[in-house]
């Protein structure tokens, strides 16, 4: 058999990849390495260059890694998986009250199972999704209320409250899903330093450009596939590559995510304890000069179980117009991407998603519509 051909969207438009017909095999540790974050808190500059020595290895070769000893408490982790669980486990009627497409100027809040369809080529998406995102009166660093702030950064805050006033019949829900955002939050501000050094630059190169950043918190649930969504191959969540800077994705132990090796072959990226998978964006991907690799993955609960992940999608604050990196740079290596507003860049893409999704539901209405002669 041969190759098939996978499209993908990006923020400015299709790109396409071959994949090999083989089945999904096991990662090697090379190909997603486990690395141990305990230096990153050190006085040492010496040892944060080692940690970011690693991620440039991990980030050049397939764009993901494992994470361990993050400092993100087990018990933020479970009470935030908790009240996920609560949430999806609700009548329709009750978490369509805060329907993303209904409530939601900035893709916040419920989205339902099948009114996705991430990848083209693949079916629609089976996952379930909650969001929420950047508000500044929740920032664990600088609290401050968005009146504070000047107003061209309080034009891209994407933060809603309306996700918050539809749950707050779930005790402590609001609080224990911004304990672990803000945890995410704190990690990320930490590790994007460590990005810094890994390309070479100033260790605080971005401290200014993440004051207000893209920090996007989901709660993606996947429930077990039917009998007939398994005999069509569906997915819960179709190809596709992250957007902003880098992600931090907490999975539970099902299993499901696989990512595309250079080859084309798809590789499965296991649930490791105590561990969060990081893997590059598109944005952050643009900024290198194409040095570090957003990477294509997948999910799909083959499990008879329900399966829980909870990315938090991390960028720079989005009115920053960011470039290629410098040090990305060379004569022999020019710039290859203008500077884009990191606002817009993560926005084009979400919006082309949800016109094909609409497109695709009205052609696929049409055959049984009745057509009324006049
Ligand atoms: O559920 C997972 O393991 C990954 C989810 C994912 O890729 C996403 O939400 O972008
Ligand atoms: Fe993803």
Redesign the pocket.
């Known amino acids: 058999m041969s190759a098939t051909k996978l499209q993908l969207r990006t923020a400015l438009g299709f790109v396409y990849r071959d994949v090999l017909p083989n089945p999904p095999r096991d990662c090697t540790p090379d190909e997603i390495p486990v690395i141990d974050l305990s230096p990153l808190f050190s006085e040492e500059l010496s040892e944060r260059q080692d940690v970011a020595a690693q991620i440039r290895k991990a980030s050049v070769n397939t764009g993901f890694f494992y994470v361990r000893n993050h400092g993100i408490p087990a018990e933020t982790i479970a009470k935030c998986k908790e009240q996920g669980l609560r949430f999806m486990r609700q009548p329709a009627e009750q978490k369509d009250l805060i329907s993303s497409r209904n409530c939601s100027k900035h893709f916040n809040g419920y989205t339902g199972s099948a009114k996705t369809n991430i990848s083209p080529t693949e079916s629609i998406d089976i996952r379930e999704s909650f969001s929420f995102r950047y508000s500044p009166e929740l920032d664990p660093d600088h609290p401050m209320d968005v009146s504070e702030l000047p107003e061209e950064v309080s034009q891209g805050i994407q933060g809603e409250d309306f996700v918050w006033e539809g749950t707050a019949h779930l005790p402590n829900f609001k609080e224990d899903c911004v304990a672990y955002w803000a945890s995410c939050l704190r990690l990320a501000r930490k590790l994007v330093r460590s990005f810094a050094l890994s390309l070479d630059l100033e260790e605080h190169y971005w401290d200014d450009k993440v004051t207000h950043p893209g920090a996007d918190s989901v709660f993606n649930y996947y429930r077990p596939r039917t009998e007939q969504e398994t005999k069509d191959n569906s997915v819960g969540?179709g190809s596709?590559?992250?957007l902003q800077m880098f992600?931090l994705?907490w999975q539970d132990n099902i299993g499901g995510l696989q990512i595309l090796s250079k080859e084309g072959q798809w590789i499965k990226a296991p649930p490791i304890e105590g561990t969060l998978v990081v893997?590059i964006g598109d944005y952050m991907m643009r900024l290198c000069n194409d040095i570090y690799i957003s990477t294509v993955?997948r999910v799909t609960n083959e499990s008879l179980l329900e399966r829980v992940s909870m990315?938090f999608f991390f960028g720079l604050n989005f009115n920053c117009v960011e470039g290629v990196v410098p040090s990305c740079i060379t004569d022999s290596n020019p710039a290859k991407y203008e500077p884009i507003s990191a606002g817009e860049w993560v926005q084009k893409r979400f919006k082309q998603e949800r016109k094909a999704f609409d497109e695709k539901a009205a052609s696929s209405i049409a055959p049984s519509a009745v057509v009324v002669q006049t």
Do not use: V
């Open positions: 969540l596709h590559t992250d992600t994705l893997n993955h990315p």
